[in-house]
């Protein structure tokens, strides 16, 4: 059974940085696109960005990525690792939500059980 165990949310201030991972787990990580998807309180969830398994970084998906994260967040991946990060800087109230790993491949989607990240003074 496929594992993503994300790690690195927390309480932080604005214009502070946090930086997730994720950690997959029974799959070839590196023929899998990776990707972090978010879901505030209230809302739908949304693409932040991804990282196909060559590499490449888009904000395309099922949801535009918002234009307010671009410049902001960076997302890579360590193939040796099996690790895909989300850097986050100068974040905002408005990034609270809870952020969530994904997998795709073979036609199937896995998911991460979320991370909290809460920005707050």
């Known amino acids: 059974q496929v594992q993503l165990v994300e790690s690195g949310g927390g309480l932080v201030q604005p214009g502070g940085s946090l930086r997730l991972s994720c950690v997959a787990s029974?799959?070839?990580?590196?023929?899998?696109?990776m990707g972090w998807y978010r879901q505030a309180p209230g809302k739908e969830r949304e693409l932040v960005a991804r990282?196909?398994?060559?590499?490449?970084?888009?904000?395309?998906?099922?949801?535009n990525s918002p234009d307010s994260i671009k410049g902001r967040f960076s997302i890579s991946r360590d193939n040796t690792k099996n690790t895909v990060y989300l850097q986050m800087n100068n974040l905002t109230p408005e990034d609270t939500a809870v952020y969530y790993c994904?997998?795709?491949?073979?036609?199937?989607?896995?998911w991460g059980q979320g991370t909290q990240v809460t920005v707050s003074s």
């Open positions: 029974r799959l070839t990580f590196s023929t899998y696109d």
């Open positions: 990282i196909s398994s060559t590499g490449a970084i888009s904000s395309g998906g099922p949801t």
């Open positions: 994904h997998a795709r491949g073979y036609g199937l989607w896995y």
